[in-house]
C-alpha cells in the first residue's frame, strides 16, 4: 500500500538496508525490465541517462536521476520520483543527499553508493524504515550505475519498485 499519508514522511527517519543477489531481481519484474533496459544501453559503456520513456510504465513513478555535483562535494537529485516526492512531502528536485539522511546514516550511504559506482554494477537492496507514527514500511528499489562521459561515476538512476513501495512490515 503507498504511503498517501504525508505524515507518514521517510525523511530523517531510521533505515535498515538489505543488499539483496542481483540474480533475484527476477521477483521483482518490474526492477528486472529497467535492468535489462539499462544492461542494453551499457554494453560498450555506462550510459549518461536513462530515458524514462524506455522504462516500462508502471516504473515511471518511482524512477530518479541523482547527479554527483563537485561545486558542493553531494549527490544532488536531478529529478525525482513521484513516489519519492509522495513519501517526503514534497518535490525532492535540487535536494542534497545530506539533507535526507540522519547524520549517524549519512557516511553509510555514500560509502554503499560509491561502492556501487565503483564496481559499475547495478545494485538491488530492500530498504525499511520507521514512519512518524513508529510503523515499520519497505521497498525494493534498484540503483543503475550512469556517467557523464561514459567513464566517469557520476550519476545514477535510483529505482523504487512501485509494488513493494509502502509495503507495511509486520503489524
Known amino acids: 500500500m503507498p504511503l498517501h499519508n504525508l505524515s507518514e514522511r521517510l525523511l530523517t527517519m531510521p533505515r535498515l538496508h538489505v543488499p539483496v543477489a542481483l540474480e533475484d531481481i527476477d521477483g521483482y519484474p518490474t526492477l528486472a525490465r529497467c535492468l535489462a533496459v539499462w544492461r542494453k544501453h551499457s554494453a560498450d559503456r555506462l550510459p549518461a541517462t536513462i530515458d524514462p520513456v524506455e522504462m516500462p510504465v508502471e516504473a515511471i513513478k518511482g524512477i530518479s536521476l541523482v547527479d554527483w555535483d563537485p561545486k558542493i562535494e553531494d549527490w544532488v537529485i536531478r529529478l525525482s520520483a513521484t513516489l519519492m516526492d509522495q513519501g517526503h512531502g514534497r518535490s525532492m528536485t535540487g535536494t542534497r543527499m545530506l539533507d535526507i539522511y540522519r547524520d549517524e546514516e549519512y557516511a553509510g550511504v555514500r ?60 503489524t
Open 111 to 170: 560509502e554503499r553508493l560509491q561502492t556501487t559506482l565503483e564496481a559499475g554494477e547495478p545494485s538491488l537492496a530492500r530498504h525499511e524504515f520507521v514512519g512518524s507514527r513508529n510503523r515499520r514500511w519497505a521497498y525494493m528499489r534498484l540503483i543503475l550505475p550512469l556517467s557523464s562521459d561514459g567513464t566517469k561515476r557520476d550519476r545514477y538512476c535510483l529505482i523504487y519498485d512501485p509494488a513493494s513501495f509502502g509495503q507495511r512490515v509486520g
